[in-house]
């Protein structure tokens, strides 16, 4: 689904805080929207009211939240469970009451119901959307070319799909998409005040295969910490115009990509077989699960499968993750394809090829049921520990 932007409304920074990162731990991503530093361009989905300390005043701006934004979904937080408390608060507006320190899996199930409301009432034309993130255990792991060529297969199934190069330094979907793009993140991202779906086809650049492109950065230095926001902005503004969004993050955490991360549906974990790759996949599944996005949103995907070193097996246990999906080793397919910017999905019948369309059917029409993955031919006696 669209990511949606909640607001958490108290003095407490320790309770902001803590609230935010609790909203973003669940299944559902969420971005949180700062209110002080002014609201009301922003149409929030979820809002968080502390009524912990003044609940007189904080009921007020429930009342004034309820008022401007009829159709968000307001969790009132108190200290207590008094029972004129809760009348007032529902009276004022909430939909839903907890008690601080929150529940966790009642308050992710109340979300999910919020979520879901919210979703069906934004989508009723349309199939909810999904954004897609693409992240390389290391550099050179092919996050590149699984992800390109992924949104080119969900485009062609005729879904409204973008994909965003949010790589850092000169990212290279256009490049393999045979592309030359005027615009960049960086356009749409300095100008949010105007960023609307008009806007947007101005920005983007269309490939023959209908997938549009956002893409990366001509600079080497931005997108950069202070982009953040404007990122997680981007987000709800994409999730709002695409049934997918495909990210290109490259294979390094910072800033931008946290945004994008608490933006995602399904985080996709490129790793090779070696211990390099698979030491550092082990590392990022680690950071994300202490930035506080929910590890069932992570999938691995073994590109290269098939080439010595590492196996599928070994790379499961010390994941603690199942391979998703195996991609062959074919270089020689892959290096052609990049040299001339034609997807490989439209450029031959290799096995490749036919493994990305298999992996985008799974994304597109999960309940079909999937052909065999590729066996790996060759095992290794390798062992390794970290």
Not at 18 to 37: E, F, K, T, W
Not at 198 to 226: C, M, N, T, W, Y
Not at 228 to 235: D, H, K, N
Not at 353 to 382: C, D, H, M, N, Y
Request: include cysteine; hydrophobic fraction near 45%.
């Amino acid at each position: 689904m669209a990511q949606l932007a909640a607001l958490v409304v108290s003095t407490d920074e320790e309770f902001r805080r803590d609230c935010g990162r609790l909203v973003r731990s669940g299944n559902v991503p969420i971005g949180i929207v700062d209110d002080r530093r002014g609201s009301e361009h922003v149409d929030p989905d979820l809002a968080f009211v502390d009524l912990r300390v003044d609940a007189a005043g904080s009921l007020g701006t429930l009342e004034r939240l309820r008022a401007a934004h009829p159709a968000v979904s307001i969790f009132a937080i108190a200290q207590t469970t008094e029972p004129d408390l809760i009348l007032q608060a529902m009276r004022a507006g909430a939909n839903e009451f907890f008690v601080w320190p929150l529940p966790e899996d009642a308050f992710h199930a109340a979300v999910r119901r919020a979520a879901a409301r919210r979703e069906t009432s934004n989508s009723a034309s349309r199939q909810p959307s999904q954004t897609l993130l693409f992240f390389g255990a290391k550099g050179g792991a092919g996050t590149t070319t699984v992800a390109v060529n992924c949104a080119v297969e969900i485009a062609r199934l005729a879904k409204p799909t973008l994909i965003l190069d949010l790589k850092p330094c000169f990212g290279e979907a256009a490049l393999f998409l045979g592309m030359r793009p005027r615009f960049t993140v960086l356009d749409a991202i300095d100008n949010l005040h105007r960023l609307d779906r008009d806007f947007l086809r101005e920005l983007v650049a269309k490939h023959k295969s209908d997938l549009e492109i956002l893409a990366g950065s001509e600079q080497a230095d931005r997108p950069s910490a202070a982009d953040a926001g404007a990122i997680e902005e981007l987000f709800r503004v994409l999730g709002r115009a695409y049934d997918y969004v495909v990210v290109d993050a490259g294979n390094a955490i910072n800033s931008c990509t946290i945004s994008a991360l608490y933006a995602a549906d399904t985080i996709f974990v490129v790793v090779n077989p070696d211990v390099p790759s698979v030491r550092n996949a082990q590392r990022m599944i680690d950071r994300v699960r202490q930035l506080g996005v929910g590890g069932e949103r992570v999938q691995v995907l073994l590109n290269r499968s098939g080439a010595p070193g590492v196996t599928s097996s070994q790379i499961e246990t010390a994941l603690a993750y199942p391979v998703h999906h195996h991609f062959p080793s074919d270089y020689a397919a892959v290096s052609s394809a990049l040299n001339s910017g034609v997807p490989l999905s439209l450029s031959n019948h290799s096995e490749m090829a036919r493994q990305f369309k298999q992996f985008t059917r799974q994304i597109v029409s999960p309940g079909e049921v999937a052909e065999a993955p590729v066996v790996e031919k060759r095992k290794s006696v390798l062992s390794f520990s970290w």
